[in-house]
Nanobody
Framework: QVQLVESGGGLVQPGGSLRLSCAAS????????MGWYRQAPGKQRELFATITSGGRTNYADSVEVRFTIPRDNAKNTVYLQMNSLKPEDTAVYYC???????????????WGQGTLVTVSS
C-alpha cells in the first residue's frame, strides 16, 4: 500500500530555517506532481508550493523566495526548505502526491499525515 510519510516539523524561532521531508513508499512506478499544503489554526488548508515530475515549481506569493520544494525522483521524496520563517508560517504542513502510479497499473492520490511547524520566540 502506498503511503506518504512526513518528517522534520518542530519549533523554530522567527527568522530561522526548517526542512521537511515527505517520502512515498510502496510499489510505486512513478509519481506526477507533488505539493505542500498548510493549515493554520482556524483557517482552511491552502496549497502553497508544487513541483512537477519534471522539476517545474510554483509558489504562492506568501512563500515565494523564502521556501523551495526540491524533489528526488529516485527516492520518491519531496522536501520543503523553509527559510526566514515568520510567526504567520505556523501551521500543520501536509504533503500531497497528485497521482501515484503503481506497478500494477493502478493510480491514486495520497496525503502525508501532517507535521506541525511552530514559529515562535
Amino acid at each position: 500500500q502506498v503511503q506518504l510519510v512526513e518528517s522534520g516539523g518542530g519549533l523554530v524561532q522567527p527568522g530561522g530555517s526548517l526542512r521537511l521531508s515527505c517520502a512515498a513508499s510502496g510499489s510505486i512506478f512513478s509519481i506526477n506532481a507533488m505539493g505542500w499544503y498548510r493549515q493554520a489554526p482556524g483557517k482552511q488548508r491552502e496549497l502553497f508550493a508544487t513541483i512537477t515530475s519534471g522539476g517545474r515549481t510554483n509558489y504562492a506569493d506568501s512563500v515565494e523566495v523564502r521556501f523551495t520544494i526540491p524533489r528526488d525522483n529516485a527516492k520518491n521524496t519531496v522536501y520543503l526548505q523553509m527559510n526566514s520563517l515568520k510567526p504567520e508560517d505556523t501551521a500543520v504542513y501536509y504533503c500531497n502526491a497528485e497521482s501515484i502510479h503503481n506497478i500494477d497499473g493502478s493510480a491514486m492520490e495520497a496525503w502525508g499525515q501532517g507535521t506541525l511547524v511552530t514559529v515562535s520566540s
